[in-house]
């Protein structure tokens, strides 16, 4: 990243907390509209019809799809039951299409923020509608003040539940030991190289350094046959990944986010490497969209350019 690109980046994400900036956004009707067109690159719509309507189109084509009902850090009990019984929908609906599918969420979006009573009954509860139907699920990993919380949630499922899964950021410092502790539970390993702004010293930045962790990590899972989803759009790793042989495994996905290098995946689709694109849908978008504009912030240009065309 250039060093405006990254200054960019560093104050889109200082206010993607921004409370207030969303809600004006969000309560805007000459904004908001506006502002949904440059969204839907990155986001399905609002709605789970959306959503579903987005997985469909995805699925004919040969993609495995996870699913996302966007929201994190969700401060009310009513909330959080709200959002565990939209999953819980999408749940069903997806296991009555028979679709390839992974529900992926965050924990603080379905009762983490209150209580461990409430995110566990709230987990159990999906875990055991998607077993019934076939559906896998994926735990997301969020700011690394919550790491402890959310893998420790995760085992505790885990122990019952094999088709719930984690999401690993490798930026942070203390992922080598997580690794070692995921490789011992069953579910699904998700590599991400980290989206939050982390305190210098604990987390590894974007790098040569963390393209080689990323590589070392993906090596680990590998060599110990663990199911794993190699979340990345980084052309360089997967090639490299890909010369080695890393990618043909029956355990092993690559998985990208919607509206980013659908091109590269494409044709990994191609070469019959397994491929599963990131769906999301809700009102609860900004937060995404600041994300994705932050770690690559010539996305800045598609917004705009999406918005006026
Ligand atoms: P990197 O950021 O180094 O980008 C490499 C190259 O990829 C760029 O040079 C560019 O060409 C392309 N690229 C990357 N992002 C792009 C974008 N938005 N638009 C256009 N091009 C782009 N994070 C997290 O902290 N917790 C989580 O639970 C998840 N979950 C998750 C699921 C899935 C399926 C994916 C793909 C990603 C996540 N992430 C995440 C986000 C992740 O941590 C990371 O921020 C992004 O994937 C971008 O990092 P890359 O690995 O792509 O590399």
Redesign the pocket.
Known sequence: MLKEENRFSKALKSIARDQELKAYLQNSNELFPIFMKGVNRFVAGETRTEGLERVRNLDSKGYKV?LEFIGENTTSEEECILAKNEFKELIKELGKNQMDATVSFDLSHIGMMISDTLVFTNLEELAKEAQKHNIQLMI???ESQKTDKILSLYKRISKTFANVGI?L?VHLKRSSIDLQDLLETPGRI?L?????QESEGIYIP?SEELNKRYIEFVSMCIDSNHPL?I?????NILMGLKAKGFLNSPNVEV???DG??GDLLKSLKEDNIQTKV?VTYGSEWYLYLV??IA??PP?IYTFISDIIE
């Open positions: 996870s997301s990993m969020e999401t950021q998700r991400v190289k980290g989206a939050y974007r989803s979340a990345t759009h980084d052309e998985e990208m986010l980013v290098r990131y994300h994705r770690e690559y996305n």
